[in-house]
């Protein structure tokens, strides 16, 4: 079963992620701080993340920074209101995979999925 983990301070948005890929069949984990995201990717290893950039306390790239470190082959896609040169241009340094303006929609989200479960397959295949 595909691993995703949905990081927002926002409940709201973890649920409508959640709720679109649990009804797939993808098993969705969620996490409202980076702390705790942080600890469900060490225990769960999430194949895909989508990750908001502000968040209290850790923000995005703090918590990108440290998926990178613990596992490169994490797909983290970068999901934020955010949407100026100096941020996307920061989250792809640290390793980002993508990047989605908020708000978005279901149809853009699941492709970006897809493409993501494709790349991660075809690099498994190579090892």
């Known amino acids: 079963m595909i691993k995703l983990l949905t990081i927002d301070d926002e409940l709201d948005v973890c649920e409508f992620i959640k709720d679109f890929f649990s009804s797939r ?3 969705v984990s969620v996490a409202l701080n980076g702390k705790d995201a942080l600890s469900i990717v060490k225990k769960e290893k999430p194949m895909i993340v989508f ?9 995005g790239l703090e918590v990108l920074k440290q998926i ?3 596992d490169p082959s994490i797909k983290v896609i970068m999901v934020t209101v955010a949407d100026d040169k100096e941020t996307r241009d920061k989250v792809k340094q640290l390793g980002a995979d993508e990047f989605i303006k908020k708000p978005f929609s279901k149809r853009y989200l699941e492709e970006v ?3 993501k479960i494709i790349e991660l397959a075809g690099t498994s295949k190579k090892e």
Request: glycine share 6%; aromatic share 12%; charged share 30%.
């Open 113 to 115: 999925v897809i493409k």
């Open 51 to 59: 990750l908001d950039v502000i968040m209290p306390e850790m923000n």
């Open 68 to 70: 990178k470190e613990f």
């Open 25 to 27: 069949g993808y098993n």
